[in-house]
């Protein structure tokens, strides 16, 4: 099993920025990936960045540039952090948090919610 807890988020205006955290828990031998996706309403869960096999970073297309992924790692959690630039409207949805482990099995943060106002 792995925990995964949020923090950060919010209103900012476009243009600015916010912090996205998450704290993980549990089994993290088992970990593969770990990331952030976000669902806007009306659309599908999307992948904003993940950290892979060798730390291998990927990013969507459009937070390129905008959007930094990272993790530190303690001896019993992992801190997971979503660093966001000139935010943007279309950026608006909820943020989760989101680990892999072995086996394929996904696990999910509660979820937090962004808005950038234009």
């Known amino acids: 099993q792995v925990q995964l807890v949020e923090s950060g988020g919010g209103l900012v205006q476009a243009g600015g920025s916010l912090r996205l955290s998450c704290t993980v828990s549990g089994r993290l031998f088992s970990i593969i990936a770990m990331g952030w996706h976000r669902q806007a309403p009306g659309t599908e869960r999307e992948l904003v960045a993940r950290?892979?096999?060798?730390?291998?970073?990927?990013?969507a297309d459009s937070v390129k540039g905008r959007f930094t992924i990272s993790k530190d790692n303690a001896k019993n959690e992992v801190y997971l952090q979503l660093q966001m630039n000139s935010l943007k409207p279309e950026d608006t949805a909820v943020y989760y948090c989101n680990v892999i482990v072995g086996g394929g099995v996904n696990y999910w943060g509660q979820g937090t919610q962004v808005t950038v106002s234009s």
């Open positions: 950290i892979g096999s060798g730390d291998m970073i990927t990013y």
